[in-house]
């Protein structure tokens, strides 16, 4: 499958058989469609009272999840079908050609267990702490984790649900957008995760309604660090996706970290039972892996992430 240099070569400034054609819209109207989308996202929540929480009713409730998915599943085929319209009116592109713009075919099974095991080098020391010193493999010699995923509300729409909608609205559907208009590749991996993380600050609201007694700072500060880790994870996620053209590898990329959560960085670590481990070896073993696993991760990037047969943008454009 080509990259995307191939695919839309009428559009590439470097393609020198011919005059290249100006893009069809300009990247600010690319990321005015981005926020389109992101508002077609989360604005249904507060439209129904079965999607919006109230102070007797939390976002967590599994009536509120079910209606939910079912908001956001309608909301990313009319995004998808947008950006495919898009696609095949302005750059005439084929069926075969939008679904791998859009990251569904090829499957780049391969990339996506490629970038996994990129990522899970990161958690080196989460994974550590998780199966060694909290005994997790017990856990998932019984595969408790996954029946819980499956049967858990909340845990179903963590680690399944809200990995593939967003994926499929914040990369699948609006990348190959920016990549149309042009943008430079800088701020299509930097900017546009902006978007993705302002599009989380609609907790504050639901966060202050659940929890009154919490001081208003402090919940603002919350959303703070909540909207800066949403924007990193949304850069790290447009990187991975152009680079290897795989949607099923950023789902699993996200799912993966919602499940992780963000390491620890200070203090003793903890056993199964919630309590510290005296002997410091245990500790010292998860910073040691911690940051091991961060100088693996940075000097496999550009490795592991690479995949010339699916990727989005050519080598040459890097």
Known sequence: MPALGEVLKKFNPWHK????????????TAYLLLALYALVYFIPFYLSPTTRPSPTLSRDAPSVIRARIRSVSLSCALCTLTTSLILSRYASLSPSEIL????????ALLPALRILFLTALLFLGPL???????????????????KETLTEWT???????????EELLYRSSSLPLLLLSRAPL????????????????HHFYEFRLTHPHIPTPASLLRSLFQLCYTTLFGAYANFLFLRTGSLLGVCAVHAFCNSMGLPQIWGRVEDENGEKKRNRLWTVGYYLLLVVGAWLWYGSLWRLSESVETGLVGVDQW
């Open 128 to 146: 550590y702490s998780y199966f060694i010193v909290e005994k997790g493999y017990k856990q998932w010699a019984t595969l408790q984790p996954l």
């Open 186 to 201: 800088s701020s299509t991996i930097f900017l546009s995760p902006i978007i993705f993380g302002l599009s989380h600050i």
């Open 100 to 107: 791998h713009l859009l990251g569904v075919y090829p499957l």
């Open 155 to 165: 845990d179903y729409r963590n680690y399944i649900a809200g990995p593939i909608t």
């Open 17 to 28: 058989e011919e005059e290249p054609l100006p893009p069809p819209f300009t990247p600010s």
